[in-house]
């Protein structure tokens, strides 16, 4: 993971099965557009988060684009069905190459 990236989701720790949830992600990124210079001016290289996914056991939930203008930071909160207990996988791909993951497991009772 590049330094100071950092996936952060929430989800509830269960639900009844059919519920609807609501699930709220934010990752810590710079979200560098490339028009912008150091100091030095040296134009600081574009890296920003151009796609988001989750997935529940396997099933896609959400697949979302992002574009240059989203701000530092991306925050994305969507609602979710819950059909069973089980894992929703979220990640974040990079400009650059990286792809930051994150996972929560959801019980139904």
Not at 4 to 24: E, F, H, L, Q
Request: glycine share 8%.
């Amino acid at each position: 993971m590049a330094s100071g990236v950092k996936p952060r989701v929430k989800v509830p720790k269960s639900a009844a099965a059919g519920d609807a949830i609501t699930i709220k992600t934010l990752i810590s990124h710079p979200m560098e557009s490339g028009q912008r210079k150091d100091g030095d001016g040296n134009v600081i290289p574009r890296s920003i988060i151009n796609r988001f996914t989750c997935d529940f056991n396997g099933e896609n939930v959400i697949d979302v684009k992002l574009e240059p203008a989203i701000s530092t930071n991306p925050y994305i909160e969507f609602a979710a069905t819950v059909p069973e207990a089980g894992e929703f996988k979220f990640t974040w791909y990079d400009d650059d190459g990286s792809v930051y993951e994150d996972s929560k497991a959801i019980a139904v009772g």
